[in-house]
């Protein structure tokens, strides 16, 4: 069965940094581009970094410079490094994997950004 569970949302300052984790259940992660999106309240969902197998970056132009997505093959994680963290960045993220070609959810984790 393939999951996502992220964890290390939570509440901080304008300005603070957070590193948010996905750890992936299933075969074949390696192989897998892996993601990070965002839905914040009244809003549709939307990406904010994605991670080829390769090992190729890509940002949303919002966060280029402040975020580093990153993963271990090893152990079957993904994560977010979020510093200079702006109000608008408060939403729900949500760790993305394309498992051939079908895109699997985690249950998404809340930051929320304090002026």
């Known amino acids: 069965q393939v999951q996502l569970v992220e964890s290390g949302g939570g509440l901080v300052q304008a300005g603070g940094s957070l590193r948010l984790s996905c750890t992936a259940s299933?075969?074949?992660?390696?192989?897998?581009?892996v993601g990070w999106y965002r839905q914040a309240p009244g809003k549709q969902r939307e990406l904010v970094a994605i991670?080829?197998?390769?090992?190729?970056?890509n940002y949303t132009d919002s966060v280029k410079g402040r975020f580093t997505i990153s993963r271990d093959n090893a152990k079957n994680m993904v994560y977010l490094q979020m510093n200079s963290l702006k109000p608008e960045d408060t939403a729900v993220y949500y760790c993305?994997?394309?498992?051939?070609?079908?895109?699997?959810w985690g249950q998404g984790t809340q930051v929320t950004v304090s002026s």
């Open positions: 299933g075969r074949f992660f390696s192989a897998n581009t």
């Open positions: 993305n994997r394309v498992y051939f070609g079908q895109n699997v």
């Open positions: 991670l080829t197998r390769d090992y190729s970056a």
